[in-house]
């Protein structure tokens, strides 16, 4: 297993138009979760899946944002008329659920730019 | 929510010198992970250590759980060691072991 992976790793996008990201997750991993980061700060968690059930989403996900993950296998983050605010590192990560270990692991990041 | 504070904020180190970095948490956690974060974006693992002490060659990592801080070590620092150092929790009534992330501490080492 190679890791988390994430596509593509830069996009550039003119404000007004609709992007997907997508990620592929650790294969024995049932948790995949998405994160965003802006300059300077650290990542923020926008929601998660365990298996294909979306169970928790921030209010940083407006109403623009949607992530699917249709087999509990790779997920999308859709961002619906995207604009300047949008611009930021997004992430992806997966864990196991179960105890003693819940480490996280996460992909490369996908840099988005909105001009 | 839990808070994540991280100190120093930045840090410029002589190549050989030691340091440490602290992480400080408002509530008790049941994941805490520190990790590097190279200059293209990727967050690397370092420790994952909700309690105890771990090492890993010139990095060591102690979690005290109880007084709420964990505290990363590292020896004989190298330029490689340069860039973003997070400290991210997770709580016990968190949904789904979600990271909260301190701001980090940027770390420069030079020759």
């Known amino acids: 297993d190679t890791g988390v992976s994430q596509n593509p790793r830069h996009k550039i996008t003119k404000r007004g138009q609709n992007v997907t990201f997508r990620c592929d997750p650790i294969s024995e991993h049932n948790r995949l979760y998405w994160y965003r980061q802006t300059l300077g700060q650290g990542p923020e968690f926008l929601t998660y899946?365990?298996?294909?059930?979306?169970?928790?989403k921030s209010r940083l996900l407006s109403d623009r944002f949607s992530a699917e993950r249709p087999k509990g296998s790779f997920s999308t983050l859709e961002i619906q008329r995207t604009e300047q605010g949008d611009s930021a590192m997004y992430l992806c990560a997966s864990s196991p659920s179960g105890r003693p270990n819940t480490e996280a692991f996460f992909g490369q990041g996908t840099r988005l730019t909105v001009v | 929510g839990i808070q994540v504070e991280q100190s120093p904020p930045d840090l410029i180190l002589q190549e050989g010198a030691n340091s440490t970095l602290r992480c400080n948490f408002s509530d008790s956690v049941n994941n805490l992970q520190w990790f590097h974060q190279n200059p293209w974006g990727q967050l690397i693992n370092l420790f994952y250590i909700p309690s105890g002490t771990k090492q890993n060659g010139r990095l060591s990592a102690t979690t005290v759980a109880t007084e709420r801080y964990s505290l990363l070590y590292i020896s004989s620092s190298q330029t490689t060691d340069s860039g973003v150092y997070f400290c991210a929790v997770a709580t016990f009534t968190g949904g789904g072991n979600k990271l909260t992330f301190g701001t980090g501490t940027q770390l420069k080492v030079e020759l």
């Open positions: 899946f365990q298996n294909e059930a979306q169970l928790e």
